[in-house]
């Protein structure tokens, strides 16, 4: 019976120290499982932060890329803002300018108008004196030339008094070559209603002639007239 007591007590003993090695294995296979976790972690943590910075880079670089087309735009604006309002001034100086100068042309043309409305009031006074001498002349030559009308009339007379002595009718401007009926309508519609005013015209009948220096055979028309005159 005591031999097996001790049998039993040495069994005892023996499964205790296979126990620990047991707890101790097992907490050393659990350290090195958390360990490995704690690894696991970290690198995830790293790939987190370096996926993060990955994200990051190019949105801090269109951020950059952003407000460097914003800064270009707003100097881009400013100086275009710049350049327009240089023209605007450099018209407006312009248009100052100008009418300055107007200003200085109306001056000047007023003083221009007195000046002239001055030497035009002297030379009326110097040629007041004159008016009578230019009047006489002018009357003189009035009175030449109602003379030089009044004997070319008493020839037409004559001459008209000649023609009708005769059987002539002077009237009849058909009779002149190159004058038809219708030329003779537009010339009596003129007032020149007789031969003899073609043969031997005043000034003012032979003005009333050159409305008609187109027509054909109009250089002819005088010696024509002559004939019939006789």
């Known amino acids: 019976m005591a031999k097996s007591k001790n049998t039993k007590n040495t069994k005892s003993g023996d499964s205790r120290p296979n126990v620990d090695k047991i707890v101790k294995k097992v907490n050393k296979e659990f350290e090195k499982t958390s360990t490995q976790i704690e690894k696991l972690v970290d690198d995830a943590f790293k790939q987190l932060d370096s996926l993060q910075n990955q994200i990051q880079e190019p949105v801090r ?26 023209e605007f001034q450099k018209i407006q100086d312009t248009v100052m300018d100008r009418l300055g100068i107007a200003q200085r042309e109306a001056k000047r043309g007023q003083e221009a108008v007195t000046r002239s409305l001055e030497k035009e009031a002297t030379s009326t006074a110097k040629t ?31 001459a008209t008094a000649k023609a009708a002595s005769k059987g002539n009718d002077l009237s009849d401007l058909t009779r002149i070559k190159g004058i038809g009926p219708v030329t003779a309508r537009k010339l009596q519609g003129a007032g020149i209603t007789s031969i003899n005013q073609i043969a031997n015209p005043t000034e003012a009948e032979q003005e009333k002639l050159n409305q008609f220096s187109g027509t054909k055979g109009f250089r002819s028309w005088p010696d024509e007239a002559k004939k019939l005159i006789g």
């Open 61 to 86: 670089k269109l951020m950059k890329e952003i407000d460097e087309l914003r800064e270009r735009e707003m100097k881009r604006f400013h100086d275009e803002l710049d350049r327009r309002m240089e």
């Open 128 to 158: 007041a004196k004159s008016a009578g001498k230019k009047t006489a002349a002018k009357a003189k030559a009035s009175a030449s030339k109602a003379k030089t009308d009044t004997k070319a009339g008493a020839r037409k007379a004559t």
